[in-house]
Every structure is written in C-alpha cells, then in structure tokens.
C-alpha cells in the first residue's frame, strides 16, 4: 500500500483507456500520453496499459507503507528519502520510504508506476477516473491505495537512457493530422488556414479537450454547425469562431461542430504534453502514412520494452549527418 | 451514403445530415450487424442521428480493409425498432422547471399546454453523446421547440429535462448546459455500477409522465427506472 502525503496538483489513476462503452456516451479516457505511460509500466515489469498515476506538472508525496519497485517518467527531479534518484529508472521502496516528485522541467503530464500495478475497483472494464460521471475521483492528501502483487515481475536497476527519452521540451511542434470527415463545412481558404497557420495552446485546455488560437478557420456557407456525430480524441472541432479545438482523452463521444480533421494516434500524445502558449502546425498525412507512423511508434516501444527487459541492446548511431537509433539483440 | 476517415483509427459512416427515425433505424441497424460480427480489430461501435463511427485497431488492419469489410452490411434492413418502453416521472416547472414559463410564452401558450404536449408524445432514443447516458430523443412538437440559453447555466442538476430548437433530452449528471429547463426527473439515468449503466439505450421508447412534488419526493432516492 501506498500513501498519498501531498497532492500539489491533479492526480488520477489512469490505464490504457474504457472500450467499449461510447455508444452509452461514457469518454475513453485514460492515459494522456500513452507513450510514456507504457514506458513507465515497462520500467517496473508490467504490461503497458496496468492502472498507475498521472499527474498534472506537479508530483505527489508519497509514502511506501510496503516494499515494491516502481519508476517516474518525466523530467522531473525526484528524491527518495530525500536523496536525489532519477526518473525514468526502476528503484525498490521500502516500507516508510518517501517518495517526493518535483515540477515537470518540460511536458505536462507525468507518471508514477508500481510493479503489479494500481489495484483499483474497475469501473465500466477501467481503472482510468474520469470524474464527471462518477468514475473514480482525483486523488487527495490522505488516500491510501493498495498496489498489486508482483514480487517476481518487479526489478529495480531498469534505466532508460536519456536518447530513448521522449523529448517534450520543444517551442513549437509539428502534429500530423488526418483532414474531414467534415470538409464541405470549409472553404478551400479555411482548410489551408488551417494547414498553414500557427497555433496557440490556450490555458483553457483540460483532459477533455485543447483549445488553440490563431488565424480563424474559415466556414463554407454550410456553417459551423452539424448534426451531431461521432467524434474520437484527436478529432479537431471547430465552432463558430472558426478556433479550433482538439478533442483528447475525455471527450465527449459525440459534438456537434463540424471536424475539419484528426490527430494521428502517434501525435497525440506530442499534442498532450505541450503547454499553454506552445506553438502546433498541423500536417496533413494520408492515412497510408498514418499507419506507417504508427506501427514505428510500436516497434519503438516493444524494442524499448525488450532494451528494459535486457534481452536487446541500444546504439546510438551517426550516418547522413544525423542521429539514428538502433537496436539489436544480445550477443 | 459515404465512409470517411475519422482520424487513423475511425471510420465515419454517414448517411446524409439528418434526424428522423427512419435513418437512425438504418444506422442502429448496420451498428448491429457490424458487431454481430465480432471482427478482431473491432474496438467499437459510436451510433448517432444519421452516422456511426467503426472505431478499428489501426495496427491489425488497414482503414481499406475495415471499408471493405462493413460495405456489405450497409444494406441490412432496418426493420421494426425492437426498444424497450421506458416511461420517465417528470415534476415540471417551479424551481425544477425554471424555463418553463419562458418556453409557453416564447410559443404562445399556458405552462399546462406545454406539459401536455411534452408528455403528449412517445419519444425514440436516437442515441447517446455528449455525457454518459445523456439520451438524443426524436424531436418534440414544433409547438414547444425553444432557443437555447444565450449564456449556459454554469451548472444544470442531474434529472433536469430540457428543450433545445426541437431536442429534448434529460441530463443524467451534473453539469454546465444551455438548454430551457422545464423539468426535472427523480430517476437516475447513469450508475456506473450497472450493467448496462445507463438507463436509457438506444432505441428505446420514451414517454414523459408528469408527476407531483410528492410523488417527486417519494421517488427521489436515486432510484433506477423500471421497464414497463
């Protein structure tokens, strides 16, 4: 078990996400970026979308009321009894350790895992607490939660280098995105407004959606509006005032401002971990391009994965004047 | 009729901008036979007016792939609505209700003839969005359609029925909403511990019956609806 002995900020339990119940209108939600999510599960042994923590720029005050390993991912100092460790590496707790998370140095959201997981009533097949709907709450000074059994997957010493990191610390970023399915509600002027212009992140940006500014999106004479459809995260609305808005973990299942396009699954959580006042270009990619970007994205994390695990090896290597990663089995 | 992309990991099937019945028959329909067949990659199925969205695992198959498979189940017929009835307890107006008077005079008529004509009617759940268990129903009487709030309530409470144009639906949870408010129900709509958790599914039929304070009161344990 553990005990939460300061919460600076939001925290929740999050996993993979609740399937499976978006025609009852209830949001997918969890992790908001499942990259580093999963590599914070890895880190301690488990599979990728096990329920662990997210918080919100700032971390928690923990105390260990039991021995286990677990690992922060994020750039973020971290202090174990007061002694500085490192995040994005296993350590084993002891009963009475305390675990103190710092401010996020960049990125947004950050994540705490423990070997066997977050045990959690699941609500609708999720840990992950989306609470407008009663399902889970932020979590508070005081809460204790109790962890799952793992005493054979849980290794401490897992280290993932900096190279392997994702890096969340760049001025302005580039998001991939698929156009429609609403095009005809724009004119050919507002979709390359759209295409060509820089937006801002706004403060007003939650779990549920990202609201930027910038140049506004030009309608067609069909109007913002739609009959009200399905929506998914990723999916860009864009309302009246012609800003639009990315739809992200907590969505709602269905809106009626007309989608001028979709984030690509991979870019998404890039989008999550971005600021307030952070810069977005978006890139139209054709869905073929889509997919090719995704299934890197897996391969990167099952061979991280594997490099945790010790069964591959890591290389950082120089060709074309740029830095490529490679990774290759154990001699 | 048209697929589109909706995002990598969705398709969109639409079936033109519309909101009566018969359309959302069809798309109910298709929803159905499209996870009758338990595809591997099938994630999920989103229903709304006159579209769905086929939510797919974009590792285990293409988008042409997922085309290809659901085009031979967008002819399925429609057939008869096989919904449950559902009747739903409504104290309105008063502190309930506080936009009922405004919805009788913005037509023209008595707070008494806007309930008639409210509760008068059996209404389609034609699916749900926006919240967890918030119900889209088939429109209500031209006679009692209304503007929306020019400035949303900040906080709409659960139960509360409200009009919107020609939408009328029931919040299920607390939350910020910009719809008149003529009523509110005791029942509750979304409990997470159920399964399913929403009272309301789509396709059911809806009927409104007004209600008294006592009987509001005596109702208002949180209860779940019953099938009648």
């Known amino acids: 078990m553990i005990e939460l002995l300061s919460v600076p900020s939001l925290l929740t339990v999050q996993d993979g996400g609740r399937e499976g119940y978006r025609k009852l209108g209830v949001p997918v939600s969890g992790f908001m970026d499942d990259f580093s999510a999963k590599i914070a599960n890895y880190l301690v042994g488990n599979p990728g979308d096990a329920p662990l923590l997210e918080f919100l720029l700032a971390g928690p005050k923990i105390m260990f009321n039991a021995s286990v390993v677990f690992a922060v991912a994020g750039d973020v100092d971290v202090r174990l009894n007061g002694i500085p460790i490192e995040p994005w590496t296993s350590y084993w707790a002891k009963r009475g350790d305390i675990l103190e998370i710092g401010t996020l140095k960049s990125g947004i959201y950050g994540y705490i895992a423990f070997a066997g997981g977050i045990k959690c009533e699941k609500l609708l097949g999720s840990c992950s607490v989306y609470p407008r709907a009663g399902l889970g709450r932020p979590l508070k000074a005081g809460d204790k939660l109790d962890l799952g059994y793992a005493i054979l997957t849980g290794r401490e010493g897992r280290f993932l280098p900096p190279k392997l990191r994702p890096d969340y610390s760049s001025g302005e970023v580039e998001i991939r995105v698929l156009l429609g399915p609403d095009l005809e509600h724009f004119t050919e002027n507002g979709i390359g407004t759209f295409l060509e212009s820089t937006y801002t992140i706004t403060p007003e940006s939650d779990r549920m959606g990202y609201r930027l500014d910038g140049p506004a999106v030009e309608h067609s004479e069909k109007g913002p509006d739609i009959v009200t459809s399905p929506l998914v995260p990723g999916s860009v609305q864009v309302p009246g005032n012609g800003k639009p808005i990315v739809m992200m973990r907590d969505a709602q299942t269905t809106g009626g401002y007309a989608k001028i396009a979709a984030v690509i699954a991979a870019d998404l959580p890039v989008l999550a971990q971005s600021r307030p006042g952070t810069g977005v270009r978006f890139r139209e990619v054709t869905p073929e391009e889509a997919r090719e970007i995704l299934k890197r994205r897996d391969k990167t994390l099952e061979a991280i994965r594997e490099f945790l695990d010790g069964k591959l090896r890591a290389y950082s290597v120089r060709a074309l004047g740029k830095e490529f990663l490679l990774f290759a089995g154990k001699a | ?228």
């Open chain 2, 1 to 228: 009729m048209e697929l589109k992309s909706l995002g990598d990991s969705a398709l969109l099937i639409s079936f033109g901008e519309v909101t009566d019945d018969e359309v959302n028959a069809i798309v109910h329909a298709v929803a159905r036979a499209i996870e009758e067949k338990d595809f591997e990659w099938l994630v999920d199925v989103v229903p709304a007016y006159s579209s769905l969205a086929v939510i797919f695992d974009p590792l285990k198959v293409t988008f042409e792939e997922v085309k290809k498979a659901v085009e031979p189940l967008l002819g399925v017929s429609a057939g008869a609505f096989k919904g449950r009835k559902i009747e739903i307890p409504v104290l309105y107006g008063g502190e309930y209700g506080p936009d009922i008077e405004f919805v009788a005079e913005y037509n023209g008529l008595s707070v008494e003839d806007v309930i008639e004509i409210h509760s008068g009617k059996t209404y389609r759940v034609h699916f749900l969005g926006f919240l967890p268990g918030f119900a889209y129903l088939s429109p209500v009487d031209e006679r009692i359609a209304a503007p929306r709030l020019e400035k949303p309530r900040l906080k709409v409470p659960a139960g509360s029925v409200g009009i919107a144009g020609r939408q009328t639906g029931i919040y299920p949870l607390e939350s910020p909403g910009g719809w008149r408010l003529i009523g509110r129900t005791p029942l509750r709509l979304f409990d997470p511990s159920r399964e399913p958790p929403t009272l309301l599914q789509p396709g059911d039929e809806v009927k409104f019956v007004p209600i008294s304070e006592e009987e509001f009161v005596e109702l208002h344990q949180g209860e779940w609806g019953t099938e009648v």
